[in-house]
């Protein structure tokens, strides 16, 4: 399903609906569009289509590097458009219609430039951000602009409404995919517990634009065992494939392309200082098959277009979603030279982001009410139980990850912005806000434990097996000893937690029973192990009257029938002729039980009888004996 050498009639379907879309919301009043479209489902050919038709009135497009103008070129002339350039110092037929520019030249020219598009075009426009975009908008007010990119968010979280009045969607990557529009991949990930990922977790500084500092990630990603690692997991899984590899900086690239070489891998190094003549050649080389590997810095993450690339080894850490998608989609594009392309992730970004199919609220990030950085970027959780994850080969460290899950069903954890969660039967019963889970034997399913900062200052929760927070209270180093946890309280005080009462106790209790009812002991006082209303007193072991051969208990005020199929708290009232009377807690009826507890009778006022009432008991003198 490549798309090469074909005209207007030949759209895809979707892309014939997103042409449709965009005129129809140009002819409404909206004259600044955004649309975004996955990275490799076609964003050139749609813009080509616009261009195309609208040649004849002038066109302006503009992108930022010379390699996408030399792409878009390409594909405006297989479209049959005649056009200029305006880009690398050069201008050249500029009395076309139609004009493509690199905004580095074009901003050094715009001044003196008396041409009037009707539409400007803007590539790649996550980037129309920056100053020298916004003169587009300056110079040419009256225009129609449409801005295409695969992702329409920013790390910083600065919204595109003041350029752009409405974004519109195509299908999600997942649906594209299915739909055989995009290649299909295999994830490879480095294991959470991995030493890639835990190098990854020591990044603290970051840089002017809100990513990891670059200095930084080069000191301690930069390493021997680090691109032995890179070297060891290729051979591994992907063995002799065309790919591309995304370094840090060129220092890093030069030691991964050294290592290769050694290893017998041909593959070379690209970056935005290699001359645009080699620049070219390296890229033709590859093409052709006599380069497998290219070593790139930051170069093909945007608008590189060889569908043949089966394999994407990402070996530097981002915390920009748009970064992540735009290298990972450099693979996704559809060839009848692969049956899929395979995602070798070193650097554990499937932690921070998801699977590159995760969906997205490009909405919300388009009008900057979210920032497209791993932390906020989440839409959906990301699940990490064993089922998402085949262990391979522990030595590497990687895991192989499912691009689509089976019905989830029962307990599981999940990550989403750094913090783990926790799902019942594939919906979200605890959010993500935890730094750490640790499994607990059933009818428990986990320790979960909170950030140690100003707000939970290491508070410890625990989730039972049917997905309900118990929320005991309990901070720091916590143990499970059977239905108690051995903790601390908010005070540092060293308590235990009982899980069936939901009580603290200062040191272990002792379990006794009564009948068929657990008891906990402290001191010489018995309290029931129960969370009924009703019986949580404390009472003595004289308190306790038994009555029908430990059928029936009367402690002070309170009677306990101990039958599982009878309700067994009542208020007690007194003794008469064999039986027991009793009151219905929080009703007004009055109940007499038989002392053996089998048999009893239920009344409401007015009594049939002549009652007589002491201190703290009820009497009654029964004119007619009641029935049972």
Request: hydrophobic fraction near 40%; glycine fraction near 8%.
């Amino acid at each position: 399903m490549e798309q090469v050498d074909v005209g207007y009639t030949e759209l895809r379907s979707y892309q014939r609906e997103m042409k449709h879309r965009l005129y129809e919301k140009w002819w409404g009043g909206s004259r600044s569009v955004m649309v975004q479209m996955p990275t490799g489902t076609g964003k050139t050919f749609l813009m080509a289509a616009v261009v195309r038709e609208n040649a004849a009135d002038g066109v302006l497009v503009v992108t930022h590097r010379i390699e996408l103008v030399e792409q878009i070129s390409e594909t405006l002339s297989r479209f049959g458009v005649r056009h200029g350039v305006i880009a690398g110092g050069r201008k050249a037929l500029l009395a076309e219609n139609v004009r493509v520019a690199s905004i580095q030249t074009l901003s050094r020219c715009i001044d003196s430039l008396s041409f009037c598009p009707s539409v400007v075009v803007v590539d790649e426009a996550h980037h129309a951000l920056a100053k020298t975009y916004r003169i587009l908008w300056e110079k040419w007010p009256e225009a129609l602009f449409l801005g295409l990119t695969a992702t329409p968010c920013r790390l910083s979280g600065e919204p595109f409404t003041d350029l752009f009045g409405v974004l519109l969607q195509a299908w999600s990557m997942e649906r594209f995919i299915d739909e055989g529009w995009l290649a299909d991949f295999e994830y490879i990930s480095a294991d959470p517990n991995s030493k890639a990922v835990c190098r990854v977790g020591l990044l603290s500084k970051r840089g002017a634009d809100g990513d990891y500092q670059l200095k930084e990630m080069a000191t301690v990603m930069d390493c021997p065992e680090s691109i032995r690692h890179l070297y060891d997991t290729y051979q591994t899984f992907a063995s002799g494939k065309k790919g591309i590899v995304y370094a840090i900086n060129r220092e890093h690239a030069r030691h991964i392309v050294e290592y290769y070489r050694k290893g017998g891998v041909s593959c070379c190094m690209i970056d935005a200082k290699t001359p645009p003549e080699e620049r070219r050649s390296l890229v033709e080389d590859y093409r052709n098959g006599r380069i497998t590997l290219m070593v790139n810095v930051d170069i093909f993450s945007e608008g590189w277009d060889v569908p043949e690339v089966e394999v994407i080894q990402l070996a530097r850490p981002t915390l920009s979603l748009a970064k992540y998608l735009q290298q990972v989609g450099r693979g996704m594009r559809v060839s009848s030279k692969k049956s899929h392309v395979m995602i070798l992730d070193q650097v554990g970004l499937y932690l921070a982001f998801g699977m590159p199919i995760q969906r997205w609220d490009w909405q919300r990030m388009f009008e900057g009410r979210q920032a497209g950085r791993s932390v906020t970027c989440n839409t959906y959780p990301i699940y990490i139980g064993e089922e998402a994850m085949e262990k391979q080969l522990v030595n590497l460290e990687m895991v192989r990850i499912k691009r689509k899950e089976e019905k989830r069903e029962g307990m599981e954890v999940f990550m989403q912005g750094g913090k783990y969660g926790i799902a019942l039967d594939g919906k979200e019963v605890c959010a993500p806000q935890f730094t750490r889970i640790e499994r607990l034997p059933e009818p428990y399913f986990a320790l979960c434990f909170y950030p140690y900062d100003a707000v939970f200052r290491g508070k410890v929760t625990v989730v039972d097996a049917k997905g309900r927070d118990l929320r005991p209270e309990l901070y720091g180093k916590v143990e499970c000893k059977g239905d108690f946890f051995k903790g601390y309280d908010f005070a540092g005080r060293q308590v235990y937690w009982d899980s069936k009462t939901r009580r603290l106790y200062e040191k272990m209790p002792e379990l006794g029973r009564l009948g068929r009812f657990e008891l906990v002991k402290q001191d010489a006082a018995y309290m029931f192990r129960f969370r009924e209303r009703g019986l949580d007193f404390s009472f003595r072991k004289e308190d306790v009257q038994v009555c029908a051969t430990e059928k029936v208990f009367i402690i002070g005020k309170h009677l306990i029938v101990n039958d599982k199929k009878e309700q067994f708290l009542y208020e007690f009232l007194g003794f008469s002729k064999g039986m027991i009377l009793v009151k219905l807690p929080g009703q007004n009826v009055y109940r007499l039980i038989l002392d053996s507890g089998n048999r009893f009778c239920d009344f409401k006022p007015p009594y049939p009888g002549t009652v007589t009432r002491t201190p703290d008991r009820m009497y009654i003198r029964f004119h007619h004996w009641p029935g049972f």
